[in-house]
């Protein structure tokens, strides 16, 4: 799918992929920039992989967006220590890891508030991150995708 | 019953009933080529893997079902690759089947070890790394139903050597089950009656039929349409010969090297019923200027085309022949279009082709083509090559029979018109096949000569020999100011003498009253024959449309041939020893 996307100078901005409550079937949730790419033919495109079961565009849909981020950020002092676990709680994050130094968080939600938290933290320097991408599931009782497994998002 | 690996893939193809298998041997797939004697289709021994893929690639084309090749792993399988994506460009279904190293050297960059199923995503429709011997048949089965089925396509099976030999219980399955492969075919009916509203109401209309019409075999239902509402049908370059070239309403084909009053008839139409095509660039020149004043219907069967290169005012996903035959009795009564055929038929009086006269010094690539075309009186399988030789054989020959002209479009692939005329010929060995080749493209494949000696192939070869790339040529005189860049193929080979070392009687032709002699000496030589055709350097295509043009600029034929071919010097002396007719007694 990567190769298809690369092929055709699709533009992905985020591609996660896992399980599903169905055994067998595989869940790729994909973020397109749909300014650079047209999200019709990214659709079509994917039909033509045999085993892809369902492709859903969710840009217009009512949506639950998550996604988790780890963030390991400088803390030399208490007082900065204290500043992050501040932010930390703000934004309903966990410290997961704690060293001489340095402070690990841990953020879930909609992309915004990643990059919100990821600017309040940059002062203080980040030596590592890794975010796992979106994952986004439609809200209501109907599953979104109904007989189908595969989640395209496309952000305009 | 138990079977191993290699017994079910010669049971599936005879559940298939393959006939005939293109395919050269290696280490990994020596288990396979073990039972070969045992399989009931025939196995050709090619001369170099690409060859294989082409043979069964024209096949599939001539045939309309699955062909098949094989080869071993590593560079055996990487070899095939060229021939996958033409298949795959052309929506050609073929069976690809090489093995691999085995199951526990996979990675290990092991001797002729390629990470052939890797590579070949991108250029199959599908494709399989068979890890387990259980998963064989079913795999197989799904192959072949996935390159035939909606729009075909070339699919890949990989098998490893320890999955060869490893035995299980044979069972062909019925039918497959690929819930997310379910191709439309019937067409919605509102689009159906919204097109034929359309076509009623048009005063310029114009059919532009691609090579789906063939693929469905619905050229009957083509020309009905066609004749019901007086459409004028023009043929993209692979659709040629789905609607008779000699019929009145056709305009034959567009685009880049089509005909002005085709293009202009695109150009100035007020509905293009696009019918199995895609809309691609060589045949509608700049898209943006496509076509300005027509609304557009398009019926494919795949919907990724759709919209994809062309707006669409009307779309239709479906089979080309079941959607047909819905739209024919939908329409009633068509608008007045004499106008608009006597407005195409001045233009064909305004650009007709280029005029050759019988005594000109030196012999042009159209006067070839056209002696082909009297010599066969049209009854023939014309498989080109790629280059010039390509849209003149297009241009010159008239194809009223479907599938009769066979060639490389999408991929342009040199070096694909001597392996399929051998696939062709396989698929009708009824036909008078004749390959025509450039002097570039001949020598890319022309090791195949000895399949056709070896398994008695009777394919006529026309080397166009112009001693040149001469597309490449042509492009360097018209948008490089004519600096000649690795060109020009003057020198070795002598094609009589290549031929002749095959065992295969050759001729060569250096002025226009040996066209026929020599074309028929070749015909009525049982055997496979080869001529050499010296033509002049410097000719070149003509009508053009420059990329980055609308087809309304399309540059005309010049009336006649002048003296004048390209300035090229020596094109009068014949290149190679003076022989006449150098025909092998045998």
């Known amino acids: 799918m990567v190769s298809l996307f690369r092929q055709r100078g699709f533009a ?145 | ?185 019937e067409g919605n009916m509102v689009q159906v009656r919204k097109a034929a509203r359309l076509i009623e109401q048009a005063e310029r209309p114009v059919i532009l039929s691609g090579q789906g019409t063939l693929i469905s075999g619905a050229s009957a ?15 993209t370059l692979l659709g040629i010969s789905a609607f008779p070239e000699t019929h009145p309403l056709s305009l034959q084909f567009p685009g880049m090297h089509g005909w002005v009053w085709a293009n202009y008839a695109i150009h100035h139409s007020d509905l293009v019923i696009g019918i199995g095509n895609r809309f691609d660039d060589r045949c509608c020149g700049k898209y943006s200027a496509f076509a300005p004043d027509a609304k557009i219907i398009h019926i494919d069967i795949d919907p990724a085309e759709i919209g994809k290169n062309i707006r669409t005012d009307v779309p239709i996903v479906g089979d080309v022949k079941r959607v047909l035959q819905k739209l024919v009795p939908e329409i009633g009564k068509c608008a007045d279009k004499r106008a608009w055929l006597r407005q195409i038929d001045e233009w064909r009086q305004k650009y007709p082709p280029k005029k050759y006269p019988d005594n000109t010094p030196v012999v042009y690539q159209p006067q070839v083509i056209s002696a082909l075309y009297q010599a066969t009186r049209g009854d023939a399988i014309i498989v080109a090559d790629v280059g010039q030789h390509q849209m003149f054989a297009a241009q010159h020959y008239l194809y009223d029979e479907p599938n009769s002209f066979i060639t490389s479009g999408g991929l342009g692939t040199m070096g694909f018109s001597l392996p399929a005329s051998i696939g062709a010929w396989f698929a009708r060995p009824d036909k008078t096949v004749w390959c025509v080749a450039g002097d570039g493209s001949f020598q890319m494949t022309m090791q195949e000569l000895a399949v056709m000696v070896v398994e008695k192939v009777p394919v006529k070869v026309a080397v166009i020999n112009n001693a040149s790339l001469g597309m490449v040529r042509q492009w360097q005189e018209l948008f490089y100011a004519g600096n000649y860049q690795a060109v020009d193929l003057t020198g070795p080979p002598d094609y009589v003498k290549l031929a002749q070392a095959y065992g295969i009687p050759a001729w060569r032709v250096t002025k226009p009253h040996e066209l026929q002699p020599a074309i028929g000496a070749a015909m009525a030589y049982p055997g496979p024959a080869l001529i050499d055709f010296q033509v002049a350097k410097g000719e070149n295509v003509l009508p053009m449309v420059v990329p980055g043009t609308a087809l309304s600029e399309v540059i005309p034929d010049e009336a006649y041939v002048g003296g004048d071919d390209g300035g090229w010097p020596g094109d009068a002396q014949p290149r190679g020893e003076p022989v006449q007719a150098a025909g092998l007694r045998h």
């Open chain 1, 12 to 156: 992905i901005d985020s591609l996660t992929i896992g399980r599903t409550h169905e055994p067998h079937i595989m869940r790729l949730t994909m973020v397109v920039d749909g300014s650079k790419t047209a999200v019709e033919q990214v659709v079509k495109q994917l039909y033509k992989v045999i085993e892809v079961r369902k492709v859903s565009d969710l840009t217009d849909d009512q949506t639950v967006e998550r996604e988790l981020a780890l963030i390991k950020v400088t803390s030399k002092n208490a007082t900065m220590r204290a500043e992050i676990m501040q932010i930390t709680d703000i934004y309903r994050a966990r410290i997961v890891d704690v060293a001489m130094g340095s402070l690990t968080i841990e953020v879930t939600g909609p992309t915004d508030k990643i990059e919100s938290i990821i600017g309040l933290l940059k002062p203080y320097g980040i030596k590592e991150m890794v975010r796992t991408g979106l994952v986004v599931m439609t809200r209501g009782a109907m599953a979104g995708l109904e007989r189908g497994r595969e989640a395209i998002r496309a952000v305009s």
């Open chain 2, 221 to 235: 239902e083509l020309k009905a349409l066609a004749e019901k509402a007086t459409l004028p049908v023009i043929t």
């Open chain 2, 1 to 185: 019953m138990k079977l191993n690996g290699s017994q079910i893939v010669g049971r599936c193809l005879q559940e298939e009933g393959v006939e005939v298998i293109f395919g050269l041997p290696g280490g990994a797939i020596m288990p396979l080529y073990d039972h070969m004697d045992k399989f009931p289709a025939r196995h050709v021994l090619v001369r170099h893997e690409q060859g294989a893929a082409h043979m069964a690639d024209g096949y599939a084309r001539v045939k309309r079902n699955v062909g098949v090749c094989m080869g071993t792993s590593g560079p055996g399988a990487t070899n095939l690759v060229t021939g996958i994506l033409n298949a795959h460009m052309d929506s050609s279904p073929v069976v690809a089947i090489t093995a691999n190293v085995a199951t526990s050297f996979i990675g290990s960059d092991a001797f002729q070890e390629a990470d052939i199923n890797g590579i070949t995503i991108p250029v199959t429709k599908q494709n399989y790394l068979v890890r387990h011997v259980k998963d064989l048949a079913r795999s197989m089965k799904e192959a072949f139903y996935i390159a035939r089925t909606g729009r075909p396509g070339p699919v890949h099976i990989d098998i490893p050597k320890d999955v060869l030999v490893a035995e299980t219980d044979f069972h062909y399955p019925d039918k497959v089950e690929l819930p997310g492969f379910q191709p439309s075919l």
